[in-house]
């Protein structure tokens, strides 16, 4: 099993999704985000069956940051009841894991040696 963590996030627009990516790899949250474009969502919300564009995306974060990349997610999303979900990722590449781990770490990562 590897130590990341593939965070999936879904973004009301394109702005978004890189505002809040951006923000997140530069504090270090997260190693990598791969925004992956438009989607079309279909869910119930208030008990009626809605449609809406979105935008999805995949944070990348060693697993011992997986709680706070996702609440730092929400904090800054625009929906009141964001869709973040938390997705092992069980095999990588060896360098890969380090190069993640190395580069999630908050500030102090930077220290740490790959």
Known sequence: MSDIVAIYAVFGSDEEARRIGRDMIERRLAA?????GPCHSIYRWQGKVEEA???AAIFKTGSQ???TLIAAISDAHSYDVP???ALPVVDTPGDYARWVES????PA???RSV
């Open 53 to 55: 564009g979105e935008v």
């Open 109 to 111: 990562a930077s220290d």
């Open 103 to 106: 580069e999630s770490g908050g």
């Open 65 to 67: 940051g997986v709680a």
């Open 83 to 85: 869709a973040i979900a």
């Open 32 to 36: 990598c985000v791969n925004i992956l």
